[in-house]
């Protein structure tokens, strides 16, 4: 707590010294006032993380679940019921024929999701034990500033590869003319493997951080049993990271789940409940960008269930971030 | 050991085998990643280097002079002689053009594919009545850019843009405005958007990230507080951008729509002396530079606090106890020593993740910014125009504006043809943007580093 950190008066006649340079007595002096305003001043920066989220949670929730009385919040329009177990997502049609159900954003979401996991987290942990088991130091040097270039292409780009790139010249040749299936121009398929490229630098920065924090005793102790390389990596250090890879997966699935702009870009269309991975879906992160660009009447039903949608997103981030916080505090405990 | 043993010997070899695979599966991994990026970099390079072949685009375009419009169906074009490039129809992009009617001309426009030559088409056409046949009412003569020529009796022949040897990447591009032309289109809008987002979000992140962090570091005990607001922080890094770009709609954009119309707040008059017009802030702020980088500075403070930190927490304590043991006050000591040392490490992280921030295409799209924009903010358009209105300086925070991201995303989505390259050439910009941030942080870290002292 700010104000804790008072000079304390160590003896009575220690130096007087008044010209307020330094003073070891407990008396006014403006170096004092200086540290203790500076300290608050500090202490106000720290604290506008925690207005950031209060202010996030307030803007949501006024919104989407109550407003003050001459304003009308989503969830007093359309019922929790219709939210959670309606099957279409159809705001763009006339007042009537509205139906708000989330479900088709949420597979949506979902399948967009479980393609990037199939993708990524296997390669993103494979690279991962490389780096940390087989790599020669000279590798490493260079295999991972190309992994933070890969971490740091902005994601209209990702975009821009999937849809002009992966859809036209590998998607639709092998399902489209060799398997003779229907493939969209924008499909979930596309939007799912780049996404799945976007978190391998994540997932392998991440595990191997964990993987070389494993002390260096397990695996001697496996080698002095007659273990292979492959015996110690793939049966100790990573048994022994699991938890740490764990928490790594969960917050590369998190950033997966709110990616918006290369799925919009490659995948996303109209709500559309499937989990056809060659179909047009549509995510929430992808309807907000949808609706936000296009024209959105102001206090209109459809602009409040942007903050509904936004509100679902945040939830689940949030619940998927704090469990892998939890897991790394726990893991760190552990070993260091 | 049981030596002679086949099926333990079997097993041996089995296990090495495994091994083997597993190590080359872990390396297959890795150069598939770094595969896949060159892949991604060469479609960008050869989609942004490509002159836009069989889109209908970089036209040949028959322009009528107002001359006979009803008599065009009559008339038969002969391309005598192509020189150099060769044309096909939009319709057929198969079929080489060697002739073509009058019935093809739609208001007196023809609309040929330029066949990626790098050259300017330069051909000969003649125009032929169709009743007499033979008989050439008028011969145009390599025809190149600008020579239009001056006995044509019916339509002018305008030669395609010639592709330049950059590709799509060339001057104009890089000074044009946006237009929905995509010959025309040019990223100088967004990119002076995004150096005022640059710079904006730094003035705002810098501080307020580098003081969360030292307040974290230096002063924090470690209370329930501290904890929930590190716990927090580490929470708020990853809430998805989306989010921010909602928050910052509707508390910076919309401004919780409180104001009903726009009401001007401030009207700053002090530089009326240079004969400028007063400067009228306005509420809600609507989706103007300020904005953007509010929205941008909430986004990427919580990375900025968390790096700063690490650089913080890397400065050895003997520094700060030698400070305190020369009766330096705290403050002092984190002025006077602290924060130089960790400078190139806080420098270095504020650069990394601002250069994140700004490759976000999600929130400065969701604030409302509008992409077809043809200026800078503030309608800047060069140094000596500053010279003159140095006002348009403190205007430029309070213009719409458009960025590069954006701007690439709303080329990506354009459905007219040509415009995947201008997308790409849009951002091979963006990256060197970005390449550049990085250099900087680079730079900074290796020159810094002469500084430390132990």
């Known amino acids: ?336 | 050991m049981k030596l002679g043993d086949d099926n333990y010997e079997r097993r041996l070899i089995w296990r090495h085998r495994i091994g083997q695979c597993f190590e080359w599966l872990c390396r297959l991994a890795t150069m598939g990643a770094l595969a896949m990026l060159v892949v991604l970099m060469g479609s960008i390079f050869s989609s942004a280097l490509s002159p836009g072949r069989g889109s209908g685009l970089a036209p040949v375009s028959l322009t009528d002079t107002g001359k006979n419009l009803d008599t065009q169906g009559d008339l038969t074009y002969t391309v005598s002689k192509i020189i150099g490039g060769d044309f096909y129809f939009t319709s057929d992009p198969e079929e080489k053009i060697k002739s073509f009617s009058g019935t093809d001309v739609r208001g007196g426009k023809v609309v040929f594919n330029h066949n990626g030559k790098r050259a300017a088409p330069v051909f000969d056409l003649s125009v032929s009545d169709l009743s007499g046949g033979k008989e050439p009412i008028g011969k145009f003569k390599e025809v190149g850019p600008g020579r239009i020529p001056s006995e044509c009796p019916v339509p002018h022949v305008h030669p395609p843009k010639p592709a330049k040897p950059w590709g799509w990447l060339t001057w104009n591009f890089l000074t044009n405005g946006n237009s929905d032309d995509p010959l025309q289109a040019g990223i100088m809008a967004g990119f002076w958007g995004s150096v005022w987002l640059i710079g904006l979000t730094s003035l705002m992140v810098v501080p307020i990230g580098v003081g969360a962090a030292l307040y974290l570091e230096e002063y924090a005990k470690p209370t329930m507080l501290t904890k929930f607001i590190q716990l927090n922080i580490a929470n708020l890094a990853g809430v998805p951008s989306i989010v921010y770009g909602i928050l910052g709609f509707t508390v910076f954009s919309r401004m919780f729509g409180a104001f009903d119309k726009q009401v001007t707040v401030i009207s700053m008059k002090f530089l009326q002396f240079l004969g400028a017009k007063p400067i009228d802030i306005t509420l809600p702020l609507g989706p103007v530079v300020l904005s953007g980088a509010c929205t941008l500075a909430l986004l990427s403070l919580p990375v900025v606090i968390i790096t700063s930190q690490e650089a913080l927490r890397s400065i050895p304590a003997s520094l700060r106890h030698a400070a305190y043991a020369l009766g330096a006050t705290k403050w002092q000591t984190i002025w006077h020593q602290v924060l130089p040392a960790s400078l190139p490490g806080i420098l270095t992280g504020v650069i990394l993740s601002l250069s994140r921030a700004i490759g976000e295409a999600a929130p400065i799209a969701v604030i409302g910014v509008a992409a077809h924009l043809s200026f800078a903010p503030g309608r800047i358009t060069g140094i000596s125009d500053l010279i003159q209105n140095p006002d348009k300086l403190i205007r430029a925070p309070f213009d719409r504006f458009t960025a590069l991201p954006t701007l690439v995303y709303s080329w990506v989505n354009e459905a007219a043809p040509n415009f995947e390259h201008v997308a790409a050439a849009g951002i091979i910009v963006l990256l060197a943007t970005l390449l550049m941030m990085n250099g900087t942080a680079i730079l900074i870290r290796q020159r810094f580093q002469q500084w430390n002292r132990w």
């Open chain 1, 1 to 336: 707590m700010p104000g804790s950190q008072n000079n304390k008066s160590v003896s009575n006649d220690g130096p007087n010294r008044t010209d307020g340079v330094l003073s070891l007595r407990r008396r006014f002096s403006w170096t004092h006032v200086r540290e203790q305003v500076i300290q608050w001043i500090l202490f106000c920066c720290a604290l506008l993380s925690v207005l950031t989220t209060l202010s996030i949670i307030y803007v949501l929730i006024t919104e989407s679940v109550y407003a003050l009385p001459p304003h009308t919040a989503f969830f007093q329009e359309v019922s929790l019921r219709e939210f959670f177990t309606e099957t279409r997502w159809t705001p763009q049609y006339a007042e009537e024929q509205q139906h708000y159900g989330i479900l088709p954003l949420v597979t949506g979401t979902f399948l967009i999701t479980g393609i990037s996991a199939i993708i990524g987290l296997p390669v993103g942990l494979l690279i991962a034990v490389y780096l940390s088991e087989y790599a020669s130091p000279s590798a490493r040097k260079w295999v991972k500033p190309v992994l933070e270039i890969l971490a740091g292409i902005p994601t209209v780009v990702y975009g821009y590869f999937a849809i002009r790139f992966l859809t036209p010249m590998l998607i639709v040749p092998i399902f489209e003319n060799w398997l003779g299936m229907t493939v969209y121009g924008k499909n979930a398929l596309a939007g799912g493997i780049v996404v799945g490229l976007m978190i391998i630098p994540m997932v392998a920065s991440l595990s191997e951080d964990v993987m070389r924090s494993v002390p260096n005793s397990l695996r001697e102790s496996g080698y002095a049993l007659g273990s292979t390389k492959f015996d110690v990596s793939a049966k100790i250090v990573v048994p022994a990271a699991l938890s740490g890879i764990f928490a790594s997966f969960l917050l590369a699935l998190s950033r997966s789940i709110g990616e918006t702009m290369a799925v919009a870009i490659a995948s996303a269309g109209f709500a559309n409940l499937t989990l056809n991975p060659l179909a047009q879906i549509q995510t929430m992160t992808s309807y907000i960008v949808d609706v936000m660009t296009g024209e959105v009447v102001s206090g209109s039903t459809v602009e409040k269930s942007l903050y509904a949608v936004a509100l679902v997103l945040f939830i689940i981030t949030m619940i998927m971030n704090l469990i892998s916080q939890w897991v790394l505090s726990r893991y760190r405990e552990v070993y260091q």
